[in-house]
């Protein structure tokens, strides 16, 4: 069984930044893809973001490439979303996702969820 507990979310301006963190329980989360999904009022929860549990790859969607970065430090059993460059329309609540075979691309995929963070940027 793993946890998952997002934080980092907030209010920022359009043109700013944040960094989402995902806190991990249980040891065996070096083993799994940890991935960073969105959703907004009314849609379905988009794919953000992965890496795999090697860490040696990692996948973005294209509305967030070259502006979102993950990574992971497994000795501190967490998982970040670096957000630069935000636009009013990465405003959502960010979910934290691990999977235990395979990379975390896809909503069917995902083992475990995180309960949300909010990401809010005003224009």
């Known amino acids: 069984q793993v946890q998952l507990v997002e934080s980092g979310g907030g209010l920022v301006q359009a043109g700013g930044s944040l960094r989402l963190s995902c806190a991990a329980s249980g040891r065996t989360f070096s083993t799994y893809s940890m991935g960073w999904f969105r959703q907004t009022p009314g849609k379905e929860r988009d794919f953000v973001g992965a890496?795999?549990?090697?860490?040696?790859?990692?996948y973005y969607a294209d509305s967030v490439k070259g502006r979102f970065t993950i990574s992971r430090d497994n000795a501190k059993n967490t998982v970040y979303l670096q957000m630069n460059s935000l636009t009013p329309e990465d405003t959502a609540v960010y979910y934290c996702?691990?999977?235990?075979?395979?990379?975390?691309?896809?909503?069917?995929?995902?083992?475990?969820w995180g309960q949300g963070t909010q990401v809010t940027v005003s224009s």
């Open positions: 996702a691990a999977r235990m075979s395979g990379t975390a691309l896809a909503v069917p995929t995902i083992d475990y």
């Open positions: 890496m795999t549990w090697t860490g040696d790859s990692t």
